[in-house]
């Protein structure tokens, strides 16, 4: 297959993945519309873009997949993947430290634990892409630090979840 192709096919896959989050996220917003989407405007707008971006994330999966397999042969390509995997769950441990101190509002950590819960909503689309990584990562070094970095972005992400809904006593 030329690359040409390749390309034109996961390009196609990533359109097809962003119609179907539309589509979705269309009939979703059809469906609850009430007085409350109505008053709370800003509210619903902003669970439907996570909602959006949730489900293009989910149905990008199959042209990720095709991404990586045309990607298998080209070793500086997982040297690069892994070791930014590894920096990008570094920066979800580091925004957890963060905002498990609860700063006070006359530093700059306290922004940055202000901003936290945007970057926990990442995290398991970061652990899903970074195991589909695993699968198609030719070399045992970058599988493994895949591994620790689709690990550790699970481990943030439960932690915060368990944070969030447990009970208030």
């Known amino acids: 297959m030329k690359s040409s192709s390749k390309i034109i096919l996961v390009i196609a896959g990533y359109c097809v993945a962003l119609l179907i989050a539309f589509l979705v996220t269309s009939i ?5 519309n009430g ?12 669970g439907d ?6 489900i293009f994330g989910v149905a990008s ?9 045309f990607l298998r042969p080209h070793p500086t390509f997982w040297r690069i993947v892994s070791n930014g995997a590894l920096l990008i ?15 006070t509002a006359d530093t700059f950590l306290y922004v940055w634990a202000e901003a936290s819960p945007l ?3 990442l995290a398991p689309l ?9 699968l198609f990562a030719p070399t045992r070094a970058s599988r493994f630090a895949l591994l620790c970095a689709s690990v550790t972005e ?15 006593s």
């Open 61 to 69: 999966i199959p042209a990720s997949a095709m991404t990586l397999f």
């Open 28 to 32: 979703y917003i059809a469906v609850t």
């Open 89 to 103: 769950a570094a920066t979800s441990v580091g925004t957890l430290a963060v905002y498990l101190m609860r700063p």
């Open 49 to 54: 873009s996570i909602l959006c971006l949730a």
């Open 119 to 121: 970057r926990f909503f």
């Open 35 to 46: 007085p409350d989407r109505q008053t709370y405007g800003s509210m619903y707008a902003f």
């Open 126 to 134: 970061l652990a899903i892409a970074f195991f589909l990584c695993i």
């Open 154 to 168: 699970t481990i943030v992400f439960v932690w915060v979840a368990l944070l969030w809904f447990r009970p208030i």
